[in-house]
């Protein structure tokens, strides 16, 4: 099983362009979430979906959006790149609330 | 938002030292996870807690789910080279908060 797959690993946007963080998870699981990872600053929670079809607001998720369509893939908008975006974002998904979270290996990305 | 407070920040480590980080909280929580992040990679998942006072063990990795429900521990014994990474804490609070709160991280390196 390949767990949790994010692309790019690696992307340069400019102010104002936007991208889709792609994520895709073959381990069947119902939950996703997607974290953004600052410098000393922990795992914020972007979004997240309990489900294919539902989806809800985590802690920071002014200038993204989300989808599920599937149970398998959970991608993340950045409709209007700013700066403060520049961070790292991690995909995790969980069998169901009480289990732990398996993330991805992360997108870097660099607003300039 | 709910916060973690994790402790160290950082650390040095020599090989053969035993390790102690620990993580607390303002609120009562009903699960505690470890998670170790290696440069470059997602957080890895290395032991959860589901009581209190339950101590569950991973190799040289032992963790306790505080008696209070408020802190958590993680300590390592006998730390190798490649033990250097971040430690995070999470918690869950469980009912509608049920979503995973992470602490800021323990970054640990070699000593010089």
């Known amino acids: 099983n390949a767990g949790v797959t994010q692309t790019p690993k690696f992307r340069i946007l400019k102010i104002g362009q936007s991208m889709t963080l792609q994520c895709a998870q073959d381990m069947n699981h119902n939950y996703m979430y997607w974290y953004r990872q600052d410098p000393g600053m922990g795992l914020k929670l972007i979004y997240y979906s309990v489900g294919a079809g539902i989806t809800d607001k985590g802690e920071v998720p002014n200038g993204y959006n989300v989808s599920r369509s599937t149970t398998e893939d959970f991608p993340l908008r950045l409709e209007l790149a700013a700066p403060s975006q520049t961070s790292v974002y991690f995909c995790?998904?969980?069998?169901?609330?009480?289990?732990?979270?398996?993330f991805g290996s992360g997108t870097r990305l660099t607003v300039v | 938002g709910q916060q973690l407070n994790q402790s160290p920040q950082s650390m040095f480590i020599q090989e053969g030292e035993d390790v102690s980080m620990n993580c607390t909280s303002s609120?009562?929580?009903?699960?505690w996870l470890w998670y170790k992040q290696d440069p470059g990679e997602g957080p890895v998942l290395l032991i959860a807690?589901?009581?209190?006072?339950e101590l569950t063990s991973n190799g040289r990795l032992t963790a306790q789910f505080g008696i209070t429900r408020k802190d958590s521990f993680l300590n390592i014994s006998a730390s190798i080279p490649s033990d250097v990474g971040i430690y995070f804490c999470a918690g869950r609070m469980g009912g509608s908060q049920g979503n995973l709160i992470f602490g800021k991280g323990t970054k640990l390196s070699v000593k010089p």
């Open positions: 807690l589901y009581k209190a006072g």
């Open positions: 609120s009562i929580f009903n699960t």
């Open positions: 995790a998904s969980s069998y169901g609330q009480a289990y732990g979270y398996t």
